[in-house]
């Protein structure tokens, strides 16, 4: 299917159409979905992870009882960091078109958003959009964008940073979709947190804590990470999705964004000052985290960096949807890894305490038969 800018898909998940346009196919039911150590073996005999999806499950209710604490004492974090980082973003550009990134973009991009409209009195658009590593973003989106903001400058919204591949994707991604389309589009990227210190537009580089990264679909509107295989998805075709809709009951997409947004007018105040401090400052990145990333590999003899998932939001997705070998923590009982914790101990990942980087954690994946997703 051509889509045209006057011509947009149906409505996927549980967003708000209001919050995001997905420009994504509808893929449910006809993607495979396989079990983890099978899929785990293949990607690591060269398959690529794109192909087909983990199989998700819902959360253990000890688990859920620790989203249900983060719900309770994160929000306010989640709020301040959002408005600094729209702040900073419309400091630099003026007239900017959101573009989150499929899937843990997204809710970040719909906060920003609201915060635009809320605070501020701004109408940003809002597009969701794959990227996949090694394939690059989904061409036939950003035309679409492009054809129907002529003038406007993308900005590419994700939640954090691991160790900066995304980054360096977006890099890739952006020089080739100029060759295809003799375009000048930039890879700026924004994210609430940046530990790997690889982007300069982000409103902090510590290893917080964020609910939304703690869930799969039930907090990404019941939509799937990207599916690209040549099978369901042709040269015209957006990358695809599959629908969780049998998990509604569960989702908890709708009250984590609601609950953000309360917090914006009661952190005003700290908002405006935290984002002159941040206007103020060097951001440039220097690339860090992917030093601590090889001085992981060093001391663990793990050689090839894929497998090693630094940060909150990384070693969560290890623990949720791969195989992992163990789990690095840089204190024994920070409480922004207890959910970390508790997974770990739910699947007998042994836990190993190494102060020695910037991350409060990080997932190191088995080695099935040396290659990596």
Same mark, same amino acid.
């Given at each position: 299917? *051509?889509?045209?800018?006057?011509?947009?898909?149906p409505?996927?998940?549980s967003f708000?159409?209001?919050?995001v346009?997905?420009?994504?196919?509808?893929?449910?039911g006809?993607?495979?979905?396989?079990?983890?150590?099978l !899929?785990? !073996?293949?990607?690591q005999?060269?398959r690529?992870?794109s192909e087909?999806l983990?199989?998700e499950q819902?959360?253990?209710p000890?688990?859920?009882?620790?989203?249900e604490?983060?719900?309770?004492?994160?929000?306010?974090e989640?709020?301040l960091?959002?408005?600094v980082?729209t702040r900073?973003?419309?400091?630099e550009?003026?007239?900017?078109?959101l573009v989150s990134?499929?899937r843990a973009?997204?809710?970040?991009?719909?906060?920003?958003?609201?915060y635009?409209?809320r605070?501020?009195g701004r109408?940003?658009p809002h597009y969701?959009?794959?990227?996949i590593?090694g394939?690059? &973003?989904?061409?036939?989106?950003i035309?679409?964008?492009?054809?129907?903001?002529?003038?406007q400058?993308?900005?590419?919204?994700?939640g954090?940073?691991?160790k900066?591949m995304?980054?360096?994707?977006?890099?890739?991604?952006c020089a080739q979709?100029?060759v295809h389309n003799?375009?000048s589009l930039?890879?700026t990227?924004?994210?609430l947190?940046?530990?790997?210190?690889?982007?300069?537009?982000?409103?902090?580089?510590e290893?917080f804590? *964020?609910?939304?990264?703690?869930l799969?679909?039930?907090?990404?509107?019941?939509i799937? @990470?990207t599916v690209?295989?040549?099978?369901l998805?042709?040269?015209?075709d &957006?990358h695809?999705v +599959?629908?969780?809709?049998?998990?509604?009951?569960?989702?908890q997409?709708? @009250?984590?964004?609601?609950g953000v947004? !309360?917090?914006?007018?009661? +952190? @005003?105040?700290?908002?405006?000052?935290?984002?002159?401090r941040?206007?103020a400052s060097?951001?440039?990145?220097?690339?860090?985290?992917m030093?601590?990333? +090889?001085r992981?590999?060093?001391?663990?003899?793990?050689?090839?960096? *894929?497998?090693?998932k #630094?940060?909150?939001?990384?070693?969560?997705?290890?623990?949720? @949807?791969r195989?992992?070998?163990?789990v690095?923590?840089?204190?024994? *009982?920070?409480?922004?890894?207890?959910?970390?914790?508790?997974?770990a101990?739910?699947r007998h990942?042994?836990?190993?305490?190494? #102060?020695?980087?910037?991350?409060?954690?990080c997932?190191?994946?088995?080695?099935?038969?040396?290659?990596a997703?």
């Open positions: 299917m *051509n889509w045209t800018a006057s011509s947009l898909p409505h996927l998940g708000d159409p209001d919050d346009i997905l420009l994504l196919k509808d893929v449910t006809q993607v495979e979905e396989r079990d983890t150590a !899929r785990e !073996r293949d990607i005999a060269g690529h992870y087909d983990p199989i819902v959360p253990s000890a688990y859920e009882q620790v989203f604490h983060l719900m309770e004492t994160q929000l306010p989640v709020a960091y959002t408005g980082l900073l973003v419309l400091s550009h003026p007239s900017p078109v990134l499929v973009g997204v809710p970040c991009g719909v906060l920003m958003r609201r635009a409209a605070e501020l109408d940003l969701g959009v794959s990227i590593r394939k690059g &973003f989904d061409e036939n989106a035309r679409l964008i492009l054809q129907r903001h002529p003038g400058e993308i900005v590419f919204v994700d954090w940073t691991g900066g995304i980054t360096h994707q977006l890099e890739e991604s979709f100029n003799g375009t930039r890879p990227l924004a994210v947190a940046d530990p790997a210190h690889s982007c300069s537009l982000y409103a902090t580089r290893d804590i *964020n609910p939304s990264c703690c799969n679909s039930t907090i990404c509107g019941l799937s @990470r690209h295989n040549k099978t998805i042709g040269p015209d &957006f695809g +599959r629908v969780y809709w049998e998990f509604a009951a569960k989702d997409t709708a @009250r984590y964004l609601d947004c !309360r917090w914006f007018a009661p +952190r @005003r105040k700290e908002i405006e000052t935290q984002f002159a941040l206007l060097d951001r440039s990145p220097d690339w860090s985290g030093q601590a990333v +090889r992981i590999g060093e001391a663990f003899g793990v050689h090839d960096i *894929n497998r090693i #630094p940060s909150i939001g990384e070693t969560t997705r290890v623990l949720l @949807r195989v992992p070998d163990r690095l923590l840089r204190e024994a *009982n920070h409480p922004d890894v207890a959910h970390i914790t508790l997974l101990k739910e990942v042994p836990i190993t305490i190494y #102060p020695e980087m910037p991350y409060l954690c997932g190191l994946i088995a080695d099935k038969r040396g290659g997703e």
